[in-house]
């Protein structure tokens, strides 16, 4: 069954709670909705680290056009939204243009996470090393397959074991 957007933002969830200091780190994305941004990169990661000023401060990395590609660099800011249970948050890379970050899926140990829009038109599947483990990767897809997630745009990331 094909759900429309406004039905399926209706029913986007994020978790409900993450600790944002076990949160931060380095993560390794492993896959995507490709985006514009994003275009060429290889070994794709992230790192957060908390602000003592209240913020997080995002570093996102790639190499572009191969693996051994010259690295791209991005920093900005994420804001924790209130009463969210820090599953929420709005990244900004450049003044004023905030954008939605929302965490829905959280691993125990916080090995994985998976992120998106209310709108379901970003996806990020991010684990803490560079290769995810088969068997946790479809279970990530089966629940976002039940999420409503049209998982024909999902991209794998390359990146080096």
């Known amino acids: ?79 924790v939204e209130a009463n969210s249970g820090n599953a929420k948050l709005k990244v900004q890379f450049f003044w004023p243009f905030r954008a939605k970050y929302w965490i829905i899926d959280l691993a125990d140990d916080y090995s994985y996470a998976v992120v998106s829009h209310p709108n379901m038109k970003y996806l990020w599947i991010l684990c803490r090393k560079p290769v995810m483990e088969d068997g946790t990767y479809k279970a990530i897809l089966a629940r976002l397959e039940a999420k409503g997630f049209n998982l024909s745009k999902l991209q794998r990331t390359i990146q080096l074991p």
């Not at 969830?13 to 076990?22: G, K, L, R």
């Not at 602000?51 to 997080?56: A, D, E, L």
């Not at 570093?59 to 800011?77: L, P």
């Open 1 to 79: 069954m094909l759900m429309s957007s406004t039905s399926a933002n209706a029913q986007l969830q994020t978790v409900p709670h993450v600790d944002i200091a076990q949160y931060a780190g380095k993560w390794y994305e492993i896959a995507s909705f490709p985006q514009r941004f994003q275009r060429g990169c290889h070994c794709t990661t992230a790192t957060y680290t908390v602000s003592p000023k209240g913020f997080v401060v995002v570093e996102n990395r790639c190499n572009k056009d191969s693996v051994n590609g010259k690295v791209s660099y991005i920093k900005g800011k994420a804001f």
